[in-house]
């Protein structure tokens, strides 16, 4: 072709690593423009897998899923969390105003357990949104290549919450995001991987606080969903053990 011809023009379904994806993907708001921006789809993707890697758990990284999160409950649909690294503090949750009662716990302790349970949860594809933690380095990317092929069919954001340790590692995730703590109620998100060109420079993004706040500290259990603290009494979380199903080891090879 000469050096002159104009450049054809491409499908949508198309994209250049110059370029965020302007296919038409389902996304769910993450509740800050800039970030939304950014990501494919403007908004946390569905139907695929989000990896969000950081070097600690409780640096904010559930705070800035609280937008989309009481968006979900606000529609009355499930949000399901695969072995969090602690348990929820009900009160930090409902100061946030996402009703409990939407929330569902799986409790996995083995690394083999939990890639069980996740991919059984999406597999049944009924829930709003799933978060699952993978926290080592033992889940091989063939195991992350079965997880992201069942979220395929689902119909919501799932979030994938590993360790920094892993962005070197090859991954089918299609969208993978660094974060890191920021000053002054803030957390850095950088975006390693995505359809698109990579960033210059991480964006940081202003964490949300509960209603009626008017200031919070870093790590206060009022503030902080992620906070070690048990649910109230009278919460109605509900906690499911994977580890006591049979056959789960065998299940993921």
């Not at 850095?188 to 209603?211: C, M, N, W, Y």
Request: proline residues 13%; glycine residues 4%; positive net charge.
């Amino acid at each position: 072709m000469p050096a002159s011809s104009p450049p054809r023009s491409l499908p949508l379904s198309v994209w250049r690593a110059d370029q965020i994806e302007q296919a038409p993907i389902p996304a769910l708001p993450s509740g800050d423009p800039g970030l939304d921006a950014l990501l494919p789809g403007a908004g946390w993707p569905f139907a695929m897998l989000t990896e969000l890697l950081s070097q600690e758990a409780g640096i904010g990284e559930l705070r800035l899923l609280v937008p989309a999160l009481h968006r979900l409950s606000r529609e009355r649909k499930t949000i399901l969390l695969v072995a969090p690294p602690h348990l929820p503090y009900a009160p930090a949750l409902d100061s946030f105003e996402i009703d409990l009662a939407r929330l569902l716990i799986v409790q996995a302790q083995h690394t083999t357990d939990r890639l069980w349970a996740i991919e059984q949860v999406l597999r049944s594809a009924s829930f709003g949104a799933l978060l699952a933690w993978l926290p080592d380095e033992t889940a091989r990317p063939e195991h992350v290549r079965r997880l992201q092929i069942a979220a395929q069919s689902t119909r919501g954001p799932v979030f994938l919450f590993r360790p920094s340790s892993v962005r070197q590692h090859p991954s089918p995730a299609p969208l993978r995001l660094v974060l890191s703590p920021g000053a002054n109620e803030s957390i850095e998100v950088d975006i390693i991987k995505r359809r698109g060109p990579a960033l210059t420079r991480p964006l940081v993004i202003r964490l949300p606080q509960p209603a009626g706040a008017t200031r919070l500290r870093r790590r206060a259990p009022a503030a902080l969903p992620e906070a070690p603290l048990a649910p109230a009494p009278s919460c109605p979380v509900v906690a499911i053990d994977a580890n006591e199903t049979a056959g789960t080891a065998q299940a993921i090879r």
